[in-house]
């Protein structure tokens, strides 16, 4: 099997914990409060989080930070998680002794987490060149490189 090379691995650095003992949707429910984050917000709101699944994922992004400064040379005040995602591992099943020589079953899960930070000086260098590429007289000073359109794709909405 032959495994395709990232476009952006230039760019990219990541970290991969596996059979972190924890559900996939406790890891998910802290996971989507870090998501496009930069990486002094995410460590921040991680340690200040109640929750008992922020610590292997502080521990994920802090591993991460450290792979992109010692392997890529990039600064961490540059880093963003681009990526992060949760997926479901093996579940560990144990037998819990009962009264009456009888026994009970428990299902201990695990998951994978997958923490991708990017460097977005390269982002910052690529919006520097289209302004100097920018022709003079142009009404639009502001160079807008994304666009959000919140009514076709379903737009916004609140659960409450």
């Not at 002094?40 to 930070?65: D, Q, W």
């Not at 920018?134 to 639009?140: E, L, R, T, V, Y």
Request: hydrophobic residues 30%; positive net charge.
């Amino acid at each position: 099997m032959i495994k395709k090379k990232n476009k952006n691995s230039y760019k990219e650095v990541y970290a991969l914990g596996q059979y972190i003992s924890m559900s996939a949707n406790k890891a998910r429910r802290v996971i989507d409060q870090i998501r496009g984050r930069s990486y002094e917000e995410a460590l921040m709101i991680l340690e200040l989080m109640p929750y008992r699944g922020c610590y292997p994922i502080f521990k994920l992004v802090y591993s991460a930070a450290a792979n992109a400064s010692h392997n890529k040379g990039f600064k961490e005040t540059n880093l963003v998680i681009s990526k992060a995602e949760v997926n479901q591992g093996n579940t560990v099943k144990k037998l819990k002794p009962r009264a009456r020589g009888r026994s009970y079953p428990l299902k201990r899960s695990t998951c994978h987490i997958t923490i991708v930070l990017e460097d977005i000086t390269v982002y910052q260098q690529y919006k520097d060149y289209l302004m100097y590429l920018k022709k003079p007289g142009c009404s639009n000073e502001n160079t807008n490189l994304t666009c959000y359109d919140t009514y076709s794709s379903g737009g916004l909405w609140d659960k409450k």
